[in-house]
């Protein structure tokens, strides 16, 4: 059974930073694009970036290039999201998500397969 799981989230300060994790099991993730979107209520899911599993390539949404990093621990199975110098409109739920081999963009959510729960980002001014 796969499972995808996030951590991290919390309250913050504007121009602060957080650190969010994704753990993933279940199945062998090594030729999937793991990336991370997030959702306002009323919104669409939005991308915000993602990598392959080694990590050779990554992709950010225009929003967060620059403050954001993504990463990953391999050997753990681990995901992280770094967003340093965070503002009030970074306030969403986060998601961790999976895509598989055949997908065709790894910034579009409908390419991906597996969901983590989200976690609850708040960025006050």
């Known amino acids: 059974q796969v499972q995808v799981v996030e951590s991290g989230g919390g309250l913050v300060q504007a121009g602060g930073s957080l650190r969010l994790s994704c753990a993933v099991s279940?199945?062998?993730?090594?030729?999937?694009?793991m990336g991370w979107f997030r959702q306002v209520p009323g919104q669409e899911r939005e991308f915000v970036a993602a990598?392959?599993?080694?990590?050779?390539?990554?992709y950010y949404a225009d929003s967060v290039k620059g403050r954001f990093t993504i990463s990953g621990d391999n050997a753990k199975n681990i995901l992280n999201l770094q967003m340093n110098s965070l503002k009030p409109e970074d306030t969403a739920v986060y998601y961790c998500?999976?895509?598989?081999?055949?997908?065709?963009?790894?910034?579009?959510?409908?390419?991906?397969?597996?969901w983590g729960q989200g976690t609850q980002v708040t960025v006050s001014s």
């Open positions: 990598r392959n599993w080694i990590g050779s390539v990554s």
């Open positions: 998500a999976a895509s598989p081999p055949r997908s065709t963009s790894a910034t579009s959510s409908r390419s991906y397969e597996y």
């Open positions: 279940g199945r062998t993730f090594s030729t999937y694009i």
